[in-house]
């Protein structure tokens, strides 16, 4: 006896309405996630150009509170 089970996917989408305060907390949130991150690609390209193995998280995420210490704006 063949038992075909099917598979349902559900999605839920949520609109917020941030206030004016909230929206620029936010954009700054995106902000600076998207500075950190191009910088640690930058740096994993540079690490797999030179050595052909890229960037562990561990090896990142040690860098971070430097980055912070430098970019004063990111804490």
């Given at each position: 006896?063949?038992?075909?089970?099917?598979?349902?996917n559900?999605?839920?989408?949520?609109?917020?309405?941030?206030?004016q305060a909230q929206?620029?907390?936010?954009?700054?949130?995106?902000?600076?996630?998207?500075f950190?991150?191009?910088?640690?690609?930058?740096?994993?390209?540079?690490?797999?150009?030179?050595?052909?193995?890229?960037?562990?998280?561990?090896?990142?995420?040690?860098?971070?509170?430097?980055?912070k210490k430098?970019?004063v704006?990111?804490?």
């Amino acid at each position: 006896m063949e038992v075909n089970q099917m598979i349902i996917n559900k999605a839920y989408k949520f609109r917020i309405y941030p206030n004016q305060a909230q929206a620029i907390l936010i954009n700054k949130t995106i902000g600076c996630s998207r500075f950190v991150f191009n910088h640690f690609l930058s740096l994993w390209d540079h690490a797999y150009k030179e050595t052909g193995k890229g960037l562990t998280y561990g090896t990142c995420s040690a860098k971070l509170p430097t980055m912070k210490k430098e970019f004063v704006w990111l804490k």
